[in-house]
């Protein structure tokens, strides 16, 4: 496996930590695959054959079109790496062609359930409490990414604006605004850290132990306390985003304004949000329709 690639990921895609380890984990499937079938140590000897023989594996053993898409998409990035740095002839991933896969809605919280949730949330006043609370807030009104929620540090908020920068894939960094009340929460929580903890610490959000927040912290937190007021299959922070982006679009907010508030590249990742649910389909036929009631 080439290493350099790894670093080409790190320092000019920019890519996460938790996307680059993604990466190795996929090759090194692929990799495993090629040394018990087919005696290969190499991946970049791989053609385009192996590379079918690979994805038939993977149906046989009912991976997802989703999954094997996934799989399938490192690969082409890493052998087309390995074509501009002529480490190979010729590229097997042009002969392969994806499964197509379902387009899948985002799943969401619906808004009642937000509003449940924080009347839940307002019971506990301990450190803990109000940390877990402001993280599912800003999570919930700013639309932000795990990742973005643990790299805000305390001097991205910006209490005179009422503005939070937030630093988001690639480097690119966007202000959102946000309200007097979140605000003051969050220097209310500001305060709190500070008495709790001697040692200081930059990152906003921290444990019970003041230590920066972890991947698996944020995510444990949100499906502690998202299972309380949901059922959804999926309760995991991705589901607050999709709900954010969701309930804006579904109380009329404008696409290109929902697309820089989440820090999408293009309209075409915001426009799967652009769906209704079917309560306000609902809503819209019974007042809209002169045959919706019954005479």
Known sequence: MNVS???YLEFEKRYSPHTIRAYKDDLTQFQAFLISLYELNEISNADHRQVRSWMVHMMQNDYTPRSINRKISVLKSYFKYLKKKELISSNP???IVSPKSKKRLPEFIREKSMNQLDINMSVDQSFSGIRDSLIL???YQMGLRRSELISLTNQDIDNDRLTVKVLGKGNKERLI????SLSANIDKYKKLKEENFDEFSDSLFVTDQGKTLYPKFVYN????YLGSVSSNQYLGPH???HSFA????NNGADLNAIKELMGHSSLAATQVYMHNT???LKEVYSKSHPKAKSE
């Open 5 to 7: 690639f790894f670093k």
């Open 93 to 95: 991933m042009s002969k």
């Open 137 to 139: 807030t800003l999570l």
């Open 177 to 180: 605004p946000i309200s007097p």
């Open 221 to 224: 937190l949100c499906t502690k």
């Open 239 to 241: 589901v607050l985003r």
């Open 246 to 249: 969701t309930h804006l679009a």
């Open 278 to 280: 079917i309560d306000r």
